[in-house]
Structures are given as C-alpha cells and as structure tokens.
C-alpha cells in the first residue's frame, strides 16, 4: 500500500561543510521510516523515467535546464543565489529527485502497483521558480508531477497541499492561473520567501485556486490542525481532485533551527492523517508524498516515522 522511493543519486549533492540541506536529510528521512516499521518497503529508483526532461521543460524551459548542467560542468560554486550551492554531481542529483518522483506517480496512478507513496529525496524544489533557483531548489519537483499527472486520462484536478514552514513561492506561480491545479500552503510569514500572504489567492481563470494560510512565528499544534481540518480539507471536499500531492517539508517542527515554529512530528502525523481521510474519499485513496525541508535530524526522524504511519494507514 505504501511504497518508499529513494535515488542514490542525492546523496552525491554536495553543498558544502555546514550547510543545513545536507545528505545528512535523507539518512534522517530513512531512520524515520525504519521507526515507523516501514524499511522492507523502501525501494531504490535507479532506472529514471521517460518524460523527465520534458517535464523539466515544461515548469522550467530546455534553457534553464541547460544552464544548470554547464555551471555544474563548468564548477561554479552558486547557482543564481548563495542560498543555492552547487557540486559536480548536483544537477543529476536534481534531474534524479524529478524522475524518481514522476516514478513514484507513474507506479501509483498507471501501474497501480502502490496506493500511496513518499518520495525520499534531493534537493528540494518548492522554491524554484521557472527560471530561477532559489531556497536549496533547482527544479520543482512537485511541479512536474502535477503537469504529468494532468496528461494522465482521469486526472483533471491536482491538489497540492505544502507544509513547509517556508511558502512555495515556485509552486504557486506556476500554477497561479490556472483551475486545474489547487495549491494550498500553510507556512511562517512573514518570513523567507517573502511570498505567501493570505490575499494571494490566484490570478485571473486560477483565481480562488490558491489558498495561503500564513501562521506567526512560534505558532504549533492547535493551529497547524485546526486550519488543517477546518479550511484545507473542507477545500479539498470541495474541488473533489482526481490526485492529492504533498510538499511534506518538517521545517515546522519545534527543533528545527530555521523554523521557528514549534509543531510537534505527532501534529504532523495528524495532519497526514486527515489528508489520507480525503483521498479515501476523492481519489481512491491515493496520495503521493515528496520530502521538502526538515532540518533537525532527529526532528526530521521524528516527524518521518509519524507521517509514514499516517500515509500506510487504510
């Protein structure tokens, strides 16, 4: 019911000595899933999938990609920001995240041989705007899976729901437009990225197609659920979507020292939960999950176990 996706190919993401998105992440992400009983069903992806590149090109352009892979070649230390280091081995290590995700999608809405799934791996990509990196992010990932699931027949309606502490600026200004993809975020604000504000609410025929649930500083469980319960799943009863992905970023979580909120790994476990509990009744249950942030790596362990024991529930 619950398959684990990880690519070796993000451990080789080097950003440097001390910086907090670390491969350091994914072992804390993995420790998660050994606590929740869940390591049998961890499967390295290896093979990569057809329409990477060209699902690349669609959030981004062939351009963008193009110069991310030659300031690898070439190596340059920063790509467009400080914020966004780069290695030799960075830009396969984010076409990777991109293609073990549409992966994890493929092998649960065409193959059908999982219902629900969490990807394990980076970087991470709801910063990342069409052509700019920013925030650790190279490519959207999260982005390219909703456009591929929206060429799938049957699926005319994505919800994304992201619970970084950080707003998904890249994410929503992609799909800001447009009625097809619903993109809800509860994070920090005021706060990095700058965006993210509860009157941005879509733009034009995406209009009412964005929700932002801003939460001040130190906030924790209390309002992480009850704006969970009470505005994202009456929304998502609402649109009825034909698939739910998650920006599941435990940057929020009461140890992490880029946070500055303080939401406990079981909260994150409930809010899962209540997710689950709507795609049992929209989309057959299923749901795929992508690794966001999370910088505290007992914390990120913590609030892994309890979210994939959450997602592996009926």
Not at 17 to 43: C, M, Y
Not at 59 to 70: G, P
Not at 196 to 203: F, L, M, Y
Request: net charge negative.
């Amino acid at each position: 019911m619950l398959t684990i996706y990880t690519n070796a190919l993000s451990h080789r993401h080097d950003t440097g000595f001390g910086h907090p998105e670390s491969a350091k992440r994914l072992d804390a992400a993995v420790e998660g899933a050994t606590r929740a009983g869940l390591a049998q069903n961890i499967l390295e992806d290896s093979t990569g999938h057809p329409d990477t590149g060209r699902m690349i090109a669609r959030v981004h352009s062939e351009d963008y990609e193009k110069e991310l892979e030659e300031a690898c070649q070439g190596g340059f230390q920063f790509f467009h920001s400080l914020d966004n280091p780069i290695s030799a081995s960075s830009f396969a290590a984010a076409r990777a995240a991109v293609a073990t995700s549409l992966t994890a999608a493929h092998d649960i809405w065409r193959a059908r041989a999982s219902k629900r799934a969490f990807v394990i791996v980076r970087p991470p990509g709801h910063h990342a705007e069409r052509v700019e990196a920013m925030g650790f992010c190279f490519f959207n990932t999260i982005a390219c899976v909703a456009e591929w699931l929206r060429e799938q027949p049957g699926i005319e309606r994505v919800f994304i729901f992201d619970f970084d502490v950080h707003h998904g600026n890249g994410t929503q200004h992609v799909f800001e437009q447009r009625d097809d993809v619903y993109y809800a975020s509860i994070h920090r604000y005021p706060f990095y990225p700058g965006t993210g504000a509860a009157d941005e609410i879509g733009v034009a025929a995406g209009r009412g197609f964005t929700l932002n649930l801003p939460m001040e500083a130190g906030t924790g469980d209390a309002d992480y659920l009850r704006a969970t319960e009470e505005r994202v799943v009456r929304i998502i009863d609402d649109y009825r979507p034909d698939a739910i992905l998650l920006s599941s970023g435990f940057d929020a979580h009461r140890r992490d020292p880029l946070g500055g909120m303080h939401v406990s790994e079981q909260a994150f476990g409930e809010i899962t939960r209540r997710i689950v509990e709507c795609a049992e009744r929209h989309c057959e249950g299923r749901v795929l999950s992508l690794l966001e942030g999370g910088y505290d790596m007992e914390g990120l362990a913590a609030s892994v176990a309890e979210h994939l024991v959450a997602m592996s529930g009926s």
